[in-house]
């Protein structure tokens, strides 16, 4: 009895410190992701699933969460929107904190973190693979992520792609 009221004690204090305003949500530097490779990143994404056979939606968010650009791949279910959403969400968001590039290897940490269901009950954040972490100098400054492939992993096989075609352009 006593450990089950520790272990909700400690899942509480995990949503209300995570609820709190964190400093991983605001760009540090003022470095952003531009416009024209945010589209590029996009279209990218879009057009692997596709070659896949997968329609998908692509959304960028920048660092503290806004949207910067949405594309509805042709075919594309309308929940893909809010997936892809959610998923750049989390990754913008997490990813400074824990430290990971790719949201689907945040979530296989979380597998064996008995603590992992008071993240998911935090809003807008998706405890599924397809989300890419975009960084400029080393800083967090925006999350790209895909909804709509069958399975989180394939949605990371275009969201990777995506960064893959910019990173080079994107300052180091």
Known sequence: ????????????????????????QV???????SLDL???????????????????????VDAAGTVKLQAKGDHSTIHTKDSSYRKAYTTVTMAPIFGFDRLGDWVETLKTNPYAPAYASLPDIFLLPGGVAIRIHGEVVAGLGVGGAPGGQNDEICAAAALEKIKDRLPQ
């Not at 760009?27 to 992701?33: E, R, S, V, Y």
């Open 1 to 24: 009895m006593l450990l089950s009221c520790l272990r909700r004690l400690a899942a509480a204090a995990i949503v209300a410190m995570l609820s709190l305003p964190a400093a991983a």
């Open 27 to 33: 760009a540090q530097t003022g470095n952003q992701l």
């Open 38 to 60: 945010a589209m590029e990143a996009a279209a990218e994404a879009v057009q692997v699933c596709a070659a896949h056979g997968w329609a998908v939606s692509v959304s960028i």
